[in-house]
């Protein structure tokens, strides 16, 4: 039970760096959908920010997945890629780590949900 929750790469829910990684991934794409709501539609509403936010962490797990495919089935798109790509983005992982990255990706979203819209209550 422990290793579900700590310590065991691309497994556990804690599992390395990649936790901090998701998290600031949340907190970079709250304040760019924040920029896109306000700017490009003119206003900002929950319900937008949410979906968006929440849309661009869940591409990025199966544009993660996509890249494990390729390698898996061994496609000569792989060779082209990991010249752009690290290595690591190509590795398995397992279920629970994938929820945990979308967990902290969306505790990035909340945090910066909570710095603007604190502005407004006051």
């Known amino acids: 039970m422990r290793h579900l929750l700590i310590g065991v790469y691309n497994d556990s829910f804690l599992d390395s760096y990649w936790v901090g990684v998701h998290f600031a991934a949340g907190l970079i794409a709250g304040f760019a959908v924040n920029q896109y709501l306000c700017k490009w539609r003119g206003v900002f509403t ?30 000569r798109l792989e060779e082209y890629l990991q010249v752009l790509i690290p290595n690591s ?14 967990l902290f990706g969306s505790l990035g979203l ?8 604190s502005d407004q209550e006051k």
């Open 89 to 102: 983005f190509f590795e398995w992982e397992s279920t629970t780590n994938i929820v945990s990255d979308l």
């Open 110 to 117: 909340l945090l910066v949900y909570w710095y603007l819209t």
């Open 46 to 75: 929950a319900r937008s920010y949410w979906r968006i936010g929440f849309v661009m962490l869940l591409a990025w797990e199966y544009f993660e997945l996509s890249l494990r495919y390729i390698q898996q089935f061994n496609l």
